[in-house]
């Protein structure tokens, strides 16, 4: 492929993630790796079509991989995945559960798995808060 036409169709990528469709962000960076394969044939290297693929299929999952949460997290103001501070939100036990017992809460909407870290048993529809989150499991304690 020629050099403009990598470039024209990273443009196009972009310019349609940020005005039409909502990708999360995975169109600018496969745009982004486009734009870098037609540069590289811009600068006068001449690949093959193989390898001009091969270049932009590598430029895509790095750049992706390197840069697109922190990207996407500053220009969204949101954070990916399960990152944000949950620390003494509150949360309501579905079942009864021992002092250092797992069960189960809902927070958010959902279904969550929990451990209760406190001293005191806890009974079912009591509401408790969160002390700690590891993972997708939230430490919890009477309130």
Same mark, same amino acid.
């Given at each position: 492929?020629?050099?403009?036409?990598?470039?024209?169709?990273?443009?196009?990528?972009?310019?349609?993630?940020?005005?039409? #469709? %909502?990708?999360?962000?995975?169109? &600018?960076?496969?745009?982004?790796? =486009?734009?870098?394969?037609?540069? @590289?044939? !811009?600068? *006068?290297?001449?690949?093959?079509?193989?390898?001009?693929?091969?270049?932009?299929?590598?430029?895509?999952?790095?750049?992706?991989?390197?840069?697109?949460?922190?990207?996407?997290?500053?220009?969204?103001?949101?954070?990916?995945?399960?990152?944000?501070? #949950? %620390?003494?939100?509150?949360?309501? &036990?579905?079942?009864?559960?021992? =002092?250092?017992?797992?069960?189960? @809460?809902? !927070?958010? *909407?959902?279904?969550?798995?929990?451990?209760?870290?406190?001293?005191?048993?806890?009974?079912?529809?009591?509401?408790?808060?969160?002390?700690?989150?590891?993972?997708?499991?939230?430490?919890?304690?009477?309130?």
């Amino acid at each position: 492929m020629v050099w403009w036409g990598w470039i024209v169709i990273g443009l196009a990528l972009m310019i349609a993630e940020l005005a039409a #469709v %909502d990708a999360a962000f995975y169109l &600018v960076f496969v745009g982004l790796a =486009a734009v870098l394969t037609g540069l @590289v044939g !811009f600068a *006068g290297i001449d690949l093959p079509i193989a390898a001009q693929w091969f270049t932009f299929a590598l430029l895509a999952i790095t750049t992706m991989v390197a840069f697109r949460n922190r990207v996407y997290a500053k220009l969204r103001g949101e954070p990916i995945g399960f990152t944000d501070q #949950v %620390d003494g939100r509150h949360v309501n &036990v579905l079942e009864d559960v021992r =002092a250092g017992g797992s069960t189960r @809460v809902e !927070f958010r *909407g959902s279904r969550w798995n929990a451990v209760n870290v406190g001293e005191e048993a806890m009974t079912a529809g009591q509401e408790a808060v969160i002390t700690e989150a590891d993972g997708s499991l939230l430490r919890i304690k009477s309130i």
